[in-house]
């Protein structure tokens, strides 16, 4: 087994928002109404039905509520037990499936102040990613710039499967905000399931969702190259959480032999796909797909041309891994340093400055609308 | 809302004697989520406490776009002995059937087994909530009759549905919703025309339903 070293950054953590009316003391009255009148159910995403074997690991699983809503659970099955420094929230409540932006809007930022509240205040090893109401660029960007003076929020976090591909103009302006701020974007598996979740349509099974999310990301990343999002924004540091990132050299070389080809077409794309890739683009560890034997999964290694691309993660509580397995075997010490501790660290260049934790921003109702 | 039943005309009113009435439009509801299971097979338990419906949307429970009111049902219809909205047939005769002289009432069970993308999960709950439309509505009461609910999507599994519910009194049409994968013109539904024709059931179109395509033609609302 490969052990994880002390002092890591531990990039996919999921806290559970145990119910929609968990959020209802970080709802203002309007709001905190319309939840109950209308008799609103929980937001529970298909992308990962509760009960569903890849939702928790069967160790993980408490035995009442959701996987991952307690946090002396986390702490004493992830936190703990790898070691870690930091671990870095990526809530995956299903905010990004209602319709309504304004609905959205609401319950992004009662979920971003839950998670400010009821973990970060609790651990000073949690941070946070800022989750948005993606269908309005202009609330988006809104709830970037409010939750951002809390420096405890260290990236905005996106779904891998929205609206619209990733790299569309009307998304930049978010792009732009999270560059200013130092604030990499996060890109999570899963849907809103305002489209079909594969590129030929709806399948029968979860498997079929779940498997596709790769396919997602590929689709993205050709998107957010194309489109020039990094030649607009250099400085700009995406991470793929839960993608995968064995499909990377095939896909990478795919993209980068038609961009040689027909780059005339997106003549803004100055670098060749594999050096943004190299210089932007980051992948959570977990899952890894790829065979046992440490002499393949090397070889892919190899292929991706550069030890900077991997960020730790347990993924937790998602059953990626068993027992303390969290590292693949086979890599080299060096390798294990690096996606345990520099690379999150050049990613995530908050992790590294001061969090003035004692006068963390509230929100303050008197600005707000009153209605929606 | 609101409304004030009534089990007999208001005093000094003229009209001594209602027609009678069929409503061709009742909505019966299950208890609780489990009221399906003795009529599922056993396989069907688990996979729905895993996986639940996976229908053709994002959310494992509700609608996508929040009813105005719970379950979209006026608020004084929720039962007094508990469970939601048209869940309880002596609350419905009470408050429905009895004061509104309804002598024909169709039901038009919704939430069932249709917009689900496992076929086959889909034709399970259809002929589900079909014995379970007579075990607990239409036989307990002869002035109710069900509506044949089918696996929308998968053309000769619904078709085998009706086949098998034809001939059966307690059923009086078919059932589709008004959103489903594609239009329901298409020849990919023609076996359900064709076996509820053969069985002389005419088909319901009820609004709703999900069909993964976006609800209106320039995309999803708000």
Same mark, same amino acid.
């Given at each position: ?39 609103? %159910? ?7 039905? %509760? ?146 979740? %594969? ?19 590929? %689709? ?153 | ?20 009435? #069929? ?28 996986? *639940?419906?996976?229908?053709?949307? *994002? ?66 709950? #259809? ?30 599994? #619904? ?52 069909? *993964? ?5 320039? *995309?999803?609302?708000?």
């Amino acid at each position: 087994m490969t052990a994880p070293i002390a002092g890591g950054v531990d990039c996919d953590l999921h806290p559970a928002v145990p119910h929609l009316t968990s959020l209802l003391p970080y709802l203002n009255d309007y709001w905190r109404d319309q939840v109950t009148t209308r008799g609103m %159910t929980d937001l529970v995403s298909q992308s990962y039905p %509760t009960n569903s074997p890849i939702s928790s690991r069967p160790d993980w699983r408490p035995t009442n509520g959701k996987p991952g809503s307690s946090l002396a659970d986390m702490k004493a099955q992830a936190l703990d037990p790898f070691g870690v420094s930091y671990g870095i929230c990526n809530p995956l409540f299903g905010v990004q499936m209602v319709f309504s932006e304004d609905m959205a809007d609401a319950f992004c930022r009662a979920l971003n102040d839950w998670l400010a509240k009821e973990w970060l205040d609790k651990d000073i090893r949690l941070r946070g990613s800022i989750v948005i109401p993606a269908q309005s660029v202009e609330k988006s960007v809104a709830e970037i710039e409010r939750c951002a003076r809390d420096r405890r929020f260290v990236q905005v976090l996106m779904l891998v499967m929205g609206d619209m591909p990733l790299g569309k103009r009307a998304y930049w302006p978010i792009y732009a905000a999270a560059e200013r701020l130092g604030l990499p974007i996060g890109i999570h598996a899963g849907s809103n399931y305002h489209n079909p979740p %594969t590129s030929v349509g709806w399948g029968s099974y979860h498997i079929e969702d779940y498997v596709a999310q790769a396919q997602a990301f590929q %689709t993205q990343l050709t998107s957010l190259i194309v489109e020039g999002v990094f030649a607009r924004h250099p400085n700009l540091k995406m991470v793929m959480l839960e993608s995968g990132f064995t499909w990377l050299p095939a896909f990478l070389w795919r993209l980068h032999k038609f961009w040689r080809g027909i780059r005339m077409e997106t003549p803004w794309v100055d670098r060749a796909p594999m050096e943004i890739v190299r210089s932007n683009i980051r992948f959570s560890l977990q899952p890894i797909d790829a065979p046992p034997d440490p002499e393949t999964l090397n070889r892919v290694l190899d292929h991706m041309q550069s030890d900077e691309l991997l960020l730790f993660s347990t993924d937790y509580p998602h059953w990626q891994f068993d027992g303390d397995a969290v590292l693949p075997e086979g890599i080299s010490p060096d390798l294990v340093r690096k996606i345990m501790i520099d690379n999150p660290h050049a990613t995530y260049s908050r992790l590294t400055q001061p969090v003035h934790e004692t006068n963390p921003p509230k929100l303050d109702w008197s600005q707000e609308e009153k209605t929606p | 809302m609101n409304v004030l039943f009534r089990s007999k005309p208001e005093p000094g009113s003229s009209i001594q004697v209602k027609a009678a009435i #069929a409503d061709c439009d009742i909505h019966p509801a299950r208890k609780t989520s489990d009221e399906l299971y003795p009529y599922l097979a056993k396989r069907w338990h688990s996979h729905l406490q895993i996986y *639940g419906k996976h229908p053709y949307q *994002g959310m494992m429970e509700g609608p996508p776009y929040p009813k105005a009111q719970p379950n979209a049902s006026r608020r004084d219809a929720y039962p007094p002995d508990g469970g939601p909205q048209g869940s309880s047939l002596s609350f419905m005769q009470q408050q429905h059937l009895d004061p509104n002289n309804v002598a024909l009432g169709v039901l038009c069970p919704l939430n069932t087994g249709q917009g689900i993308r496992n076929q086959d999960l889909s034709a399970a709950l #259809a002929s589900a909530i079909n014995d379970w439309q007579i075990a607990e509505w239409t036989s307990k009461d002869k002035r109710l009759k069900g509506s044949v609910v089918v696996a929308n999507e998968d053309g000769p599994a #619904a078709a085998a549905e009706i086949r098998k519910r034809a001939g059966d009194k307690n059923f009086v049409q078919v059932l589709l919703l008004s959103r489903n994968v594609e239009p329901l013109g298409q020849r990919r539904y023609w076996p359900i025309y064709e076996a509820a024709e053969e069985a002389g059931l005419p088909i319901g179109v009820h609004a709703f339903g999900f069909g *993964g395509n976006p609800i209106t033609a320039s *995309g999803w609302p708000s």
